[in-house]
């Protein structure tokens, strides 16, 4: 997992060139005035959610992780909190699909608060619990990118 400001993203640009490319495209100035949905940008290797969602409390939140995709998930504006744990450390709820690539888990981890412009890089040995209200719910604009990082799912979630 990373966790960052986008004004700092070229660092991790590196990693491998479809997370510079996802990373440049959060950097685009239309990127706040996307409406919400799903936008191709590379094919099936990247593509992004715009999302409008109101916080919830802990209790409705779910562990989740995915196999074939890495989340980058950007605060557009407003705040969020977020769980993550080692995927090994949690046990599997729903089994794998792989329609959706998800896996819901149970189990117990870590949380911290993402404010507008930061940004989350969650890797698929992440489990990860988004849009956590931090005091009360509240909407939060976001953009979740989709970059793929293995081509079948791997066994173990």
């Known amino acids: 997992m990373i966790i ?24 685009e100035p239309n990127i706040i ?20 969602n109101q916080t919830k409390p802990l209790e409705e939140g ?4 995915h196999r074939r995709y ?6 557009v504006s407003g705040g969020e909190r977020m769980g993550w744990a080692p995927l090994d450390a949690l046990s599997v709820r729903t089994p ?3 329609q959706k690539d998800l896996t819901i888990l ?13 940004f989350v890089i969650f890797f698929p040995n ?5 849009s956590l209200a931090i005091d009360s719910p509240q909407m939060v604009n976001k953009i979740v990118l989709k970059v793929r990082v293995a081509d079948r799912p791997t066994q173990g979630q």
């Open 126 to 130: 992440d489990a990860h619990m988004p």
């Open 106 to 118: 149970d189990g117990c981890g870590d949380f911290f608060t993402l404010r507008q412009g930061m």
């Open 62 to 65: 779910c562990w989740e992780a």
């Open 33 to 52: 005035n996307g409406q919400p949905g799903r936008y191709d940008l590379d094919g099936s290797d990247i593509f992004a959610i715009v999302q409008q």
């Open 70 to 75: 890495a989340d980058i998930q950007y605060i």
């Open 4 to 27: 960052d400001h986008l004004d700092r993203s070229d660092v991790y640009a590196a990693l491998s060139p479809r997370f510079g490319r996802a990373l440049r495209y959060l950097r």
């Open 96 to 98: 794998y699909d792989e």
